[in-house]
């Protein structure tokens, strides 16, 4: 049965396939296709944070009340990892290994714990409380998650 935390945590694995290939293509020092790659990857985390903060986030807080709890801390983790990826982004257009990596080591431990986080608190709690929406809910983080990417 597909259901919030399943249907999000596998979108985590693919943000996480897409990355290894930027990595890769770090260490090979072949700078176009880590930035392609990096680009695809920034784009996905994006699409999946706004999936989240326009729809599964408000959902949850309307059904819950709860405001101030885990959503508002996923929120917070999200402005760090967008500005580690604006980091690691323009260190790759610098062609500097370096810098990538020190910004994408603390985004990959960031994501993480971060993803964790989710998969084994968030969500549940999600598929707890949203149950009676989950069949309206999954087309609109679907259109979200995949809709901006065509």
């Known amino acids: 049965m597909l259901n919030i935390r399943n249907f999000m945590a596998e979108d985590h694995r693919q943000c996480d396939a897409v990355f290894a290939t930027a990595e890769q293509a770090v260490a090979a020092q ?4 880590a930035t392609a790659a990096f680009v695809q990857f920034q784009n996905a985390v994006l699409q ?4 989240e903060e326009g729809v599964l986030f408000p959902a949850f807080e309307a059904q819950t009340g709860l405001r101030s709890g885990p959503t508002q801390v996923m929120r917070g983790e999200h402005v760090q990892m967008r500005e580690l990826m604006a980091a690691a982004h323009a260190a790759l257009l610098a062609k ?4 990538y990596g020190g ?7 960031m994501l993480q714990q971060h993803n964790m986080k989710e998969e084994n608190v968030l969500y549940p709690m999600c598929d707890q409380q949203l149950v009676a929406q989950v069949d309206v809910l999954l087309p ?7 809709g901006k990417a065509e």
């Open 48 to 51: 999946h944070f706004a999936a």
């Open 30 to 33: 072949d700078w176009d296709r």
């Open 140 to 146: 609109q983080l679907q259109v979200k998650i995949q």
């Open 96 to 99: 500097d290994a370096d810098d």
């Open 103 to 109: 910004n994408t080591e603390t985004l990959l431990f």
